[in-house]
């Protein structure tokens, strides 16, 4: 029987014939669909995907060059393109929309051998945190099923915990990546903006989007970054710094100087049991010879505040290219003029977590309101750069919660925006300043659910990153 545990070992099972990609990826298929009721996946590529495992398998069969993910099975989340497949961002406004492009991460996937096996559900156009605002119905946690997976990469974190393909993509703009992984029990890595190239990713807030990594260890996440990171011509925003062999460099027996921020291990919204297994693990850190020390953050409280008034401003702009005249649902309403084909298309195309952001973009940037409230945000967006920076010149890594609760009861919070948004407070704060975050699935709750720690590092240091988790988890 198949049985996946990292794609090192993977790689090692094929050279030694133990397996085939043809019988990955029916692994992957049966699991798939004894799960349909997960709701992970939108769409399969079942015959393709077996057609580029038999390639796979006859050009090794043949001594071909072995690409770094050979046989690699890949999810990827709804907002990503891969060319001659739909893509939607979970939208009803994007149903039955063809990609006539490939993203920049995608074609580096393929490149490197990767199969991918289809595109996984998500909150609509990645705005939500509970993977219930798809226009193809929510998302379950695999690990109790009346509850919420996260989002908006739900399905992408799901896809991995259940087992239903290696690794995964999915998008963060606010925590979209880690949060699931969090409360999926698994790793969720979003890069430093400008890491990987956006091209080919459905913008939600385009100075926040970056495309992240779904896995249950390190060195997938670390391989999946070495492949998608660097420069692309189609992406102005991308960094052209070098990318470091991260698989390679991952071991380290280093003591690091550590920051966690006391305001929010102490913050009234963070579940009790989860800051008592942080603090406890701070104590264990000490013990084995990292320095590790509180810093004040007087800054927390502004956090959630500004980043939807940036978010939702952006995102206003952002979407505007969608009214049912160039592409996408449009209204059949008969008798309408063009403003009013806008304005039903839509109406009826956007759910109503999409609606709510763009009007409420749309009035931070209205007149009266810019300076009010859109500037502001923008002198907070400074402000928590600046003082990122200066944590980071005393220290090596800064540790947070990742969610302050664990994954709770679907439908529980869908009428209650202000404390869904509220979720998010300690992931939006790396999108903010555009520094590098993970989260590492340590803890199991004693309601049985898992919740993890995350990790910060400065901005385009990666490799840190990676070295301090993958010491965090074989410890």
Avoid at 124 to 136: H, I
Avoid at 137 to 147: I, M, P, Q, T, Y
Avoid at 347 to 359: D, L, P, S
């Amino acid at each position: 029987m198949f049985v996946f545990s990292s794609i090192g070992h993977y790689h090692e099972a094929l050279r030694e014939g133990r397996v085939t990609c043809v019988q990955a990826v029916e692994y992957y298929l049966q699991r798939i669909e004894a799960t349909r009721h997960l709701n992970a996946y939108i769409e399969v590529y079942a015959e393709e995907a077996l057609q580029k495992a038999r390639d796979l398998d006859e050009k090794r069969k043949n001594g071909g060059t072995i690409g770094r993910l050979h046989g690699v099975v890949i999810g990827l989340k709804d907002v990503i393109c891969y060319k001659g497949h739909k893509v939607s961002a979970a939208s009803k406004i994007l149903r039955d929309f063809t990609s006539i492009y490939s993203a920049t991460a995608v074609i580096r996937l393929l490149e490197e051998g990767a199969i991918i096996i289809g595109n996984l559900n998500c909150d609509e156009f990645a705005m939500g945190s509970t993977n219930e605002n798809s226009s193809y119905g929510k998302v379950l946690n695999a690990r109790d099923e009346s509850r919420i997976p996260g989002g908006s990469s739900g399905g992408s974190a799901v896809a991995v915990q259940a087992g239903l393909c290696m690794v995964s993509l999915g998008s963060d703009t606010g925590g979209s990546v880690r949060q699931p992984a969090d409360l999926c029990g698994i790793v969720g890595m979003k890069p430093s903006y400008g890491r990987i190239s956006r091209y080919g990713l459905i913008a939600y807030a385009s100075s926040f989007d970056q495309i992240g990594v779904f896995a249950k260890n390190i060195p997938d996440v670390a391989i999946l970054l070495q492949v998608m990171a660097g420069a692309d011509e189609y992406d102005s925003t991308v960094s052209q710094r070098p990318v470091e062999t991260y698989s390679s460099l991952l071991q380290t027996d280093k003591k690091y100087r550590i920051a966690y921020l006391a305001e929010a291990l102490d913050h009234p919204s963070l579940d009790p049991e989860i800051a008592g297994a942080i603090r406890k693990l701070i104590v264990e850190l000490k013990e084995q010879g990292h320095e590790v020390e509180p810093v004040a953050f007087d800054l927390i409280d502004h956090i959630v505040p500004a980043y939807y008034v940036l978010t939702t401003a952006e995102s206003s702009s952002n979407l505007s290219r969608f009214d049912g005249i160039k592409y996408g649902y449009r209204s059949q309403e008969e008798g309408l003029d063009l403003n009013e084909l806008y304005k039903e298309s839509r109406t009826a195309g956007f759910g109503r977590e999409v609606k709510r952001r763009i009007m409420l973009g749309t009035f931070v940037l209205s007149a009266g309101y810019y300076d009010a409230y859109f500037t502001k945000a923008q002198k907070v967006r400074k402000l928590l750069m600046d003082k990122t920076q200066q944590i980071f010149n005393d220290f090596d890594v800064i540790l947070l919660p990742t969610t302050p609760s664990t994954a709770f009861k679907i439908g529980e919070k869908m009428e209650d925006p202000i404390a869904m948004y509220l979720a998010d407070i300690y992931t939006v704060m790396a999108n903010l300043v555009g520094i590098p975050a993970i989260s590492l699935p340590l803890f199991t709750h004693s309601n049985g659910m898992p919740f993890g720690l995350q990790v910060m590092t400065r901005r385009f240091d990666e490799l840190s990153l990676l070295r301090f988790s993958h010491q965090m988890m074989n410890q």
